[in-house]
């Protein structure tokens, strides 16, 4: 039992290096997801289910889809001024 719990922290420890170690955004989003549900995941073998549910929700679904719509609208405002940029 002990060494499934040292495991899965060892988990958590390589998913959170990979987060800040990822270049490109949308693999970083990515391996936060999955750092996420390691995250749940230890919660629940740690016995606290309602907050590994609570990071399952928060961590590993709203969080990185917030970051994706963030960089959409980034995208989207960046093309269109390049738009009206060509029109002027």
Same mark, same amino acid.
């Given at each position: 039992?002990?060494?499934c719990g040292a495991?899965?922290?060892?988990?958590l420890?390589?998913s959170?290096?990979?987060?800040?170690r990822?270049?490109n955004?949308?693999e970083?989003?990515?391996?936060?997801s999955?750092?996420g549900l390691v &995250?749940?995941?230890?919660?629940?073998?740690f016995?606290?289910?309602d907050v590994?549910?609570?990071?399952?929700t928060?961590?590993a679904?709203a969080?990185?889809l917030?970051?994706?719509l963030?960089?959409s609208?980034?995208?989207f405002?960046?093309f &269109?001024?390049?738009?009206?940029g060509?029109?002027?």
């Amino acid at each position: 039992m002990i060494w499934c719990g040292a495991g899965i922290l060892i988990l958590l420890a390589i998913s959170g290096f990979m987060v800040v170690r990822t270049q490109n955004v949308i693999e970083q989003v990515i391996a936060l997801s999955f750092y996420g549900l390691v &995250t749940a995941l230890m919660f629940f073998f740690f016995q606290a289910p309602d907050v590994a549910l609570s990071q399952i929700t928060v961590g590993a679904v709203a969080l990185p889809l917030m970051i994706m719509l963030a960089l959409s609208r980034m995208k989207f405002r960046k093309f &269109t001024r390049q738009k009206e940029g060509e029109h002027d």
